[in-house]
Nanobody
Framework: QLQLVESGGGLVQVGGSLRLACQAS????????VAWFRRAPGKEREFVAA????????NYADSVKGRFAISRDNAKKQAYLQMNNLKPEDTAVYYC??????????????????WGQGTLVTVSS
């Protein structure tokens, strides 16, 4: 059973950067595709980015393309979300998720079986 723990959230000013990390344990991390989702205050959780088991294929929400980058280090059992040029609308709780559909970069929650508890990112203007 894969377990995921996010870290790296915090308070940042508009235009700043943050790097989120997702530490996996309890399972074969490299046998899972990984994604990041977020839930902004008063809104439903939404897709942010995904990558396959190898990290060679990625998928991004239009709202973060060119600003965010997803990556992973299978040896460390970690995934990352580098967030640049942050905007107030990026304020949300960010969740790491994993699926055994290791070759796909799916943007829908129902495909992901494993979730972290989330880390809060606040972008202040």
């Amino acid at each position: 059973q894969l377990q995921l723990v996010e870290s790296g959230g915090g308070l940042v000013q508009v235009g700043g950067s943050l790097r989120l990390a997702c530490q996996a344990s309890g399972g074969a991390f490299s046998a899972h595709a990984v994604a990041w989702f977020r839930r902004a205050p008063g809104k439903e959780r939404e897709f942010v980015a995904a990558t396959t088991w190898s990290g060679n294929t990625t998928n991004y929400a239009d709202s973060v393309k060119g600003r965010f980058a997803i990556s992973r280090d299978n040896a460390k059992k970690q995934a990352y979300l580098q967030m640049n040029n942050l905007k107030p609308e990026d304020t949300a709780v960010y969740y790491c998720a994993a699926t055994t559909l290791l070759g796909l970069v799916l943007p829908t929650e129902r495909h992901y079986s494993f979730w972290g508890q989330g880390t809060l990112v606040t972008v202040s203007s």
